[in-house]
């Protein structure tokens, strides 16, 4: 079993940035997959981001979010971010951490599919205003 714990949402103005951050416990280790999503009220779940951190790092973003966001991971920490700039009134959502254990070819598509299956945590909400 895996928890995720979210933290670092809230509401800002278009143009300001937000640091995610997401705690993860129980059997987690340096090669599962991690990653974000979110949900707005009325919309699918969206991909947002996702890491695969062995053999070297490797990143993607889903294209609403590319050369905005960052996502990063500690592994002493056990701990991964999402640092979010240029936020625009279309980023507001409930923001959640994911895990799963794939390859990194899968790990990486769950960034624009945002078909986490195994854990999530229970979200954090971002709001940004006009």
């Known amino acids: 079993q895996v928890q995720l714990v979210e933290s670092g949402g809230g509401s800002v103005q278009a143009g300001g940035s937000l640091r995610l951050s997401c705690a993860a416990s129980g059997n987690t280790d340096k090669s599962i997959c991690m990653g974000w999503f979110r949900q707005a009220p009325g919309k699918e779940r969206e991909g947002v981001a996702a890491i695969y951190t062995p053999g070297g790092v490797n990143t993607n973003y889903a294209d609403s979010v590319k050369g905005r966001f960052t996502i990063s991971r500690d592994n002493a920490k056990n701990t991964i971010y999402l640092q979010m700039n240029s936020l625009r009134p279309d980023d507001t959502a409930r923001y959640y951490c994911?895990?799963?254990?794939?390859?990194?070819?899968?790990?990486?598509?769950?960034?624009?599919?945002?078909?986490?299956?195994?854990?999530w945590g229970q979200g954090t909400q971002v709001t940004v205003s006009s």
């Open positions: 994911a895990a799963e254990r794939l390859n990194r070819l899968l790990c990486l598509l769950r960034a624009r599919d945002g078909g986490w299956k195994d854990y």
